[in-house]
């Protein structure tokens, strides 16, 4: 068996991001921690580098597309593919995340059932 993907979910909303993490650690492809806030989640990637990042974009202090050009700039974690989850999903919006570089938008609310296929299937198409 191949290892684990292992999945950063970044949000600051407890009751969200407590419901993405048990969806995605139903999976057992998946090793999931979870982050408050953009810059616990820049500290985290020093320790534990993730192979997907699930990234709220609406969060206090530092944003999603913030957090995500710091992940960019940095050179150990340039490569990890970001995903916004948002409840910004006009075609405009989309268009502005990915031409930040994400490597998709996950609408929210999500589906907890179907979660951690959308999360494998992004990353999937990522190293397609």
């Known amino acids: 068996?191949?290892?684990?993907?292992?999945?950063?979910?970044?949000?600051?909303?407890?009751?969200?991001?407590?419901?993405?993490?048990?969806?995605?650690?139903?999976?057992?492809?998946?090793?999931?921690?979870?982050?408050?806030?953009?810059?616990?989640?820049?500290?985290?990637?020093?320790?534990?580098?993730?192979d997907l990042i699930l990234l709220d974009v609406m969060m206090p202090d530092m944003d999603g597309p913030e957090t995500l050009t710091r992940l960019q700039q940095a050179p150990e974690t340039a490569a990890v593919p970001v995903v916004f989850t948002t409840a910004r999903t006009q075609p405009e919006d989309i268009d502005r995340f990915m031409s930040l570089g994400a490597a998709g938008v996950i609408s929210k609310p999500f589906d907890p059932m179907t979660l951690a296929e959308q999360a494998r299937d992004l990353l999937a198409k990522r190293k397609s």
């Open 1 to 50: 068996m191949s290892e684990p993907l292992k999945i950063l979910y970044v949000d600051d909303e407890d009751d969200i991001r407590e419901i993405a993490v048990m969806a995605l650690e139903f999976d057992p492809a998946l090793t999931v921690r979870s982050c408050a806030s953009g810059s616990e989640a820049l500290a985290t990637v020093t320790d534990w580098l993730p």
